[in-house]
């Protein structure tokens, strides 16, 4: 009987637009990509999507999609150990295996089922896993679903996180400290060398999500392990092929080979949902070898980022620093926030404006993220959109 439960979520639906935190959302009818077309008939930029490295819509990956189609066929209805494992799934394993220099790897449907997965089948309530404090929701979920003692430290704070350490030292068994590899609001890298130091001389492992640092960090985009020169050292390593690598779907733990074989025997996202499906694998493959092959695109990413960081802030924009391919513009208003993400959707770029409590309170944003994909007259439009409406706006 629906009834009473229909009102009480028609008030929630209702406060929740009361407080200006209503998402709804814009409908794109073109593929992906650096221009694209909405529903309204706008042609935009688009400088709010993860497609870091341009591949959303790359003719080779859409070629190797089709290709595995026609090869593979559409779906695998079944899970990985019943009857849904195909050559091409293995091969893509061990790509991202080379690509990370890690033992071996496990795929996901999605890298909020790796963060989901990983915790549980590893580690008991003998056991302590450290969180940064800004970690990703996945992980946070991954976390509740295990019983481990739970610590969580200050955001790349190395004080906080050797304080934890010791805190845990003499009640935990295993310990694990767990950190994204970019942070997606500041687009800030947690130091990963220092974290190594601290994981060496506490004996704890470390897991990083490569998220949005996969691709993107790094001289070759090999990531934050690359970046802290830490590369093979990592003991858990957890991705997606939903953001640089392609923005399809998928996701990946990728480390030591025990830990990879547990979670094969007794991770529930992996026993108990559906195989990738084959096109997916196959761009996934046809994307790694592409990694492999040069670093253009990645090449590409860091010129255009570098170029815009440094035309923003010579227009006088507070940025955070980042180190990787997001860029915050700092405007702390709310309001301001809004007002100014949708004067520039009115200049053509379309760019997201981000408030509380997605951030800190009195920290609102405008979060840019570059691509590949992006032209050089496309960044020079969006800089001029920027000063044009900052000025409009007294925020330069
Ligand atoms: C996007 C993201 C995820 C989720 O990845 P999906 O493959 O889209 O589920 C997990 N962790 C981090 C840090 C992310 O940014």
Known sequence: MYGNIKDHLSTELANIEEAGLFKSERVIISPQGAEIELNTGQKVLNFCANNYLGLSNHPRLVQAAKEGLDSHGFGMSSVRFICGTQDIHKT??????????????????????????????????????????????????????????????????????????????????????VTDGVFSMDGNTPPLDKI???????????????????????ETGRGVTELFNVRGEMDIITG????????????????????????????????????????????????????????????????????????????????????????????????????????????????IGFYFPVVP????????????AHEREHLDKCIDAFIKVGKELEVI
């Open 92 to 177: 893509l394993e061990r790509k991202i295996a080379e690509f990370f220099g890690t033992e071996d790897t496990i795929l996901y449907a999605a890298c909020f089922d790796a963060n989901g997965g990983v915790f549980e089948p590893l580690l008991t309530a003998d056991d302590a896993i450290i969180s940064d404090t800004l970690n990703h929701a996945s992980i946070i979920d991954g976390v509740r679903l295990c019983k481990a003692q739970r610590y969580r430290y200050k955001n790349s704070d190395m004080e906080d996180l050797e304080e934890k350490l010791k805190e845990a030292q003499s009640v935990a068994r295993f310990k694990i400290i």
């Open 361 to 372: 309170k009195g920290q609102a944003r405008i979060r840019v993220q570059l691509s590949a």
């Open 240 to 351: 997606t092929l939903g953001k640089a690598f392609g923005g399809g779907i998928g996701g990946f733990t990728t480390g030591k080979k025990e830990i990879i074989e547990i979670l094969r025997q007794r991770s529930r996202p992996y026993l108990f949902s559906n195989s990738l499906l084959p096109s997916v694998v196959s761009a996934g493959i046809a994307m790694f070898d592409m990694m492999a092959e040069t670093t253009e695109l990645q090449d590409k990413l860091h010129s255009n980022t570098d170029y815009f960081m440094e035309k923003m802030m010579a227009a006088g924009f507070d940025i955070k620093p980042t180190r990787s391919a997001i860029c915050a513009i700092m405007l702390y208003d709310a309001k301001l926030s809004q007002v100014m993400a949708s004067k520039l959707l009115d200049e053509g770029i379309y760019v």
């Open 196 to 218: 190594n130091e601290l994981a060496k001389k506490y004996d704890a492992m470390i897991m990083v999500d490569e998220c949005h640092s996969a691709g993107v960090v790094g």
